[in-house]
């Protein structure tokens, strides 16, 4: 049998088996489900219904906890910041305005806007308030006049900023802020005009905790005065800096926004009726009742006595339970009539007084899992009809394209698996002619087009790695051996070639000089530049002179060399005597040299004036000497070095080669170098290295050892 015809039959026998076997397991599960399913969901839906209503309650409470916490922090971190702000001198740049000054267009604050968070519900509209994040409203007592009060209320004024921080740590819960200082000058923020004539909202809070002291308390829920929304309000006193009275603060924390916060399955959220209510004596009635705080929504049941706010069941005396589960902390699940209706009341336990109360008529959670019913039942029917098409579907169009593709397919795998062959074997020559006029054609011309570069590729590389090695022979194969001194040196390329460059050579019986170079750039050009300033720097080290002069003389043959290119090379030149045990030096823009002393544990620069060499061929460059101590290292590297960053983009920086130099300050320079190179490796991770990096280390050692 051919090829083809294999492929045709293992095509079709692995394609349709498994799809006849998936549509016969699927369609026994999809009957099974559409007998089952109607059954056991509309037995389980009110318990699942049920539990996600109690697990909405737990969370409400739990999370409702959370966030009183979260206000009791910052209370106490507002009460610091405003005692702290009022020991201070005001700096007279904040601009004050007393609660009048709201009321009027001329005197307001000029950022006073609408804010939908602050608003009054009438009726069915919610009527915006104009407010002001950034300046409070004040409030003066009887007695006490701006003049009297301009001092505090400036210095309250300018810790608007922190004001707004604390406030935006839980934005929609923390409300308002208060202050009431020992004149009882109340400040109030965010800013807003009176709601009432005898508007003194800390008054309010004061009576609802009957008084305050050093600790923190919270009031019992309360109706706004100025938006009607349902808040508690968190106090603290403060003391006050050379007064010897105390302060008061409270932070008020929005209930309407954990109100509105809270999940109920979707399927319900029109039926259900979502409150908050505060267990308390109805005043009508003369028996416990719920006071309604606030409400989510208006649910599906007409209104009756939860408009003059209480929440009643259609027989009261069934209700009792609950509340009394309410006065004992507990959360709790309970069936009662409601407006005429069963309905499923499920509550939170309470926190600070009040509770939330969801309710949802039985007949809603009856409905919704007869829609259910006859949504599989639907959905069973469509899935058989659509799954009995996509199989014949599917078994006509294996058929015609396992036996029209393993046609041409097999043609064109062969000729590709020829032509690669060839293709291994160094015939570079090779192309694939042969048309197919669709998207074979691209695997082609792919084909071709990579052929001639690859072969571009790999005589690219070889002559790269050529030159890398002869890059590599013009760097010192081993370190020098001088007398009281130990020297090490290394250079790594991020390409195969490189532009930095370092160097060892003699220039006298006891005179040994260091040169450490960094051409701007990488790759070709700044390696070409390299070779050239190390022919430069060798052919003029057999000419004695001072290291000025030395470089100097470099500068103008590297300056005619990049007049027209505009390269330039960094360049750290170091003569060191080892019987003086002194080093003279030149920095030509080069990063300073670091010298380490152990002694003193501290690191100094070895710095100096002049620009890098190819910029000024003029310009005259002045050398620097220094005594050396047993025990220093000198560092001179490349930036390539510091200036290594990790997969986040950090940089190494040059204090972590501080740090390596000096926990490895007793081993050898080669020791401290192979340290370098190693943490800036694995500082970089799996991040590729970008620049070049090279490094020296000179060891000055004690009388009496060898170098190397």
């Known amino acids: 049998m051919q090829l083809r015809w294999k492929f045709f039959l293992i095509l079709l026998l692995f394609s349709l088996t498994p799809l006849l076997a998936v549509t016969a397991i699927t369609d026994y599960n999809r009957r099974s489900l559409s007998r089952t399913l109607p059954e056991h969901a509309s037995r389980n839906l009110g318990e699942i219904v049920q539990q996600e209503l109690q697990q909405t309650a737990t969370a409400y409470a739990v999370e409702l906890q959370k966030s009183l916490a979260a206000a009791e922090a910052t209370t106490l971190l507002l009460a610091q910041a405003v005692e702290k702000a009022l020991a201070r001198e005001p700096d007279g740049k ?7 000054d709201f009321s009027r267009p001329e005197t307001a604050p000029p950022d006073l806007a609408q804010s939908p968070l602050y608003a009054r519900q009438t009726g069915d509209r919610r009527q915006p308030l104009a407010v002001s994040f950034e300046h409070p409203a004040f409030l003066l007592p009887a007695g006490l006049s701006p003049n009297q009060a301009r001092r505090d209320m400036a210095l309250l004024t300018a810790s608007v900023p922190a004001f707004n921080e604390a406030l935006s740590r839980q934005a929609g819960y923390f409300f308002r802020l208060l202050v009431t200082l020992d004149t009882g000058l109340t400040m109030i923020f965010p800013g807003h005009e009176a709601p009432a004539a005898a508007f003194d909202p800390m008054a309010g809070r004061r009576r609802l905790i009957g008084g305050v002291g050093p600790a923190l308390f919270w009031t019992a829920p309360f109706s706004d005065e100025a938006t009607g929304q349902a808040v508690l309000s968190c106090l603290m006193g403060f003391p006050q800096a050379g007064r010897g009275r105390t302060g008061l603060i409270a932070l ?55 408009t ?4 009643e069941s259609s027989t009261p005396a069934a209700q009792r339970p609950m509340i009394q589960a309410l006065k004992s902390k507990s959360a709790g699940v309970f069936h009662l009539p409601y407006h005429g209706q069963e309905a499923l009341w499920v509550h939170s336990a309470p926190v600070k007084g009040h509770a939330l109360v969801m309710i949802v008529p039985e007949s809603a959670i009856a409905a919704q899992a007869a829609d259910l019913n006859q949504n599989v039942r639907d959905l069973v029917r469509s899935e058989r009809r659509l799954t009995l098409a ?25 000729e590709l698996v020829s032509a690669a062959g060839r293709l291994a074997g160094g015939d570079f020559s090779i192309r694939l002619d042969k048309r197919f006029k669709d998207e074979r054609d691209m695997v082609c011309d792919c084909f071709n087009d ?11 590389k070889q002559v790269m790695g050529l030159a890398q090695e002869v890059q590599r022979s013009l760097l010192p194969r081993e ?6 001194l130990d020297i090490a040196g290394d250079s790594l390329y991020c390409d195969e070639t490189g532009g930095d460059y370092y160097d060892f050579f003699e220039i006298g019986p006891t005179r040994f000089a260091v040169i450490v170079g960094d051409v701007s750039g ?20 057999s000419i004695p002179s001072p290291a000025a002069g030395f470089i100097g003389d470099i500068n103008r043959h590297i300056s005619r060399d990049t007049a027209l290119t505009g390269q330039f090379m960094t360049l750290f030149y170091a003569e060191f005597d080892h019987r003086e045990k002194s080093v003279d030096w030149v920095r030509a823009g080069h990063e300073p040299a670091l010298l380490y002393d152990p002694a003193s544990d501290g690191f100094e620069e070895l710095v100096g004036v002049g620009p890098a060499l190819g910029l000024d061929p003029d310009f005259e460059y002045r050398q620097s000497t220094k005594k050396l101590s047993p025990g220093q290292i000198l560092v001179i590297g490349t930036d390539g070095i510091w200036e290594a960053r990790n997969e986040s983009g950090e940089m190494l920086g040059k204090e972590a080669l501080r740090q390596i130099v000096r926990a490895h300050q007793d081993e050898t ?18 991040r590729a290295q970008e620049d070049d990096i090279t490094l020296v280390v000179v060891k000055v050692e004690e009388s009496g050892q060898e170098g190397g």
């Open 94 to 100: 904040a601009k004050t305005y007393l609660l009048d």
């Open 252 to 306: 008020d924390f929005r209930l309407n926004a954990a109100l509105e916060e809270t999940h109920v399955p979707f399927p319900f959220l029109k039926a259900a009726r979502v409150v908050l209510v505060e267990p308390m004596t109805d005043p009508a009635t003369r028996l416990p009742g719920l006071r309604i705080l606030a409400e989510r929504g208006s649910g599906t049941f007409p209104a009756g006595r939860e």
């Open 308 to 311: 003059e706010g209480w929440l």
């Open 390 to 414: 996509a199989v014949l579907a599917a078994i006509l169009a294996v058929a015609l394209a396992a036996l029209i593709g393993s046609r041409s397919s097999l043609t064109m795998l062969t």
């Open 450 to 460: 990579m052929v001639p570069k690859l072969e571009q590729y790999i005589q690219l």
């Open 479 to 484: 370190s020098p051996q001088v007398p009281g």
């Open 522 to 541: 990488h790759g070709v050009p700044s390696a070409l530049l390299m070779a050239t300033a190390r022919a430069f720097v060798r052919l003029r080290a």
């Open 669 to 686: 320079a080669k020791n401290i170098v192979e340290a370098v190179i190693t943490r800036v490796s694995r500082f970089q991770g799996g």
